[in-house]
């Protein structure tokens, strides 16, 4: 069973930063294209950024051009979200997902194998 697990979310202030990491246990990531999502309240699923397998393709949603950067270190099996200069629109659950033949940039309505729980940022001061 493929897990993911999602951490470094919390509070932060407008301007601030977060990391958030995808994880996963008891299986290889590194065949698997990522990405990253974000659920805010009342709001439908959208997609963030993803990466691909082999870490040479990346792509960011027009809301995170130039804040967020994705990473992927194999020898650790974790993806990186890093997130600057955050805004309260920014508040939301996200999620990663990974998915062996999911494109990257994200196609719209592709339905990714394997998701985790989630993490909560909230920006606000």
């Known amino acids: 069973q493929v897990q993911l697990v999602e951490s470094g979310g919390g509070l932060v202030q407008p301007g601030g930063s977060l990391t958030l990491s995808c994880a996963a246990s008891?299986?290889?990531?590194?065949?698997?294209?990522i990405g990253w999502f974000r659920q805010a309240p009342g709001k439908e699923r959208e997609g963030v950024s993803c990466i691909s397998s082999g870490g040479s393709i990346t792509y960011y949603a027009d809301s995170a051009k130039g804040r967020f950067t994705i990473s992927r270190y194999n020898a650790e099996n974790t993806i990186y979200l890093q997130m600057n200069s955050l805004k309260p629109e920014d508040t939301a659950v996200y999620y990663c997902?990974?998915?062996?033949?999911?494109?990257?940039?994200?196609?719209?309505?592709?339905?990714?194998?394997?998701w985790g729980l989630g993490t909560q940022v909230t920006v606000s001061s």
């Open positions: 997902a990974a998915d062996i033949e999911a494109p990257c940039p994200l196609a719209p309505g592709y339905a990714y194998d394997y």
């Open positions: 008891r299986f290889s990531l590194d065949w698997y294209t």
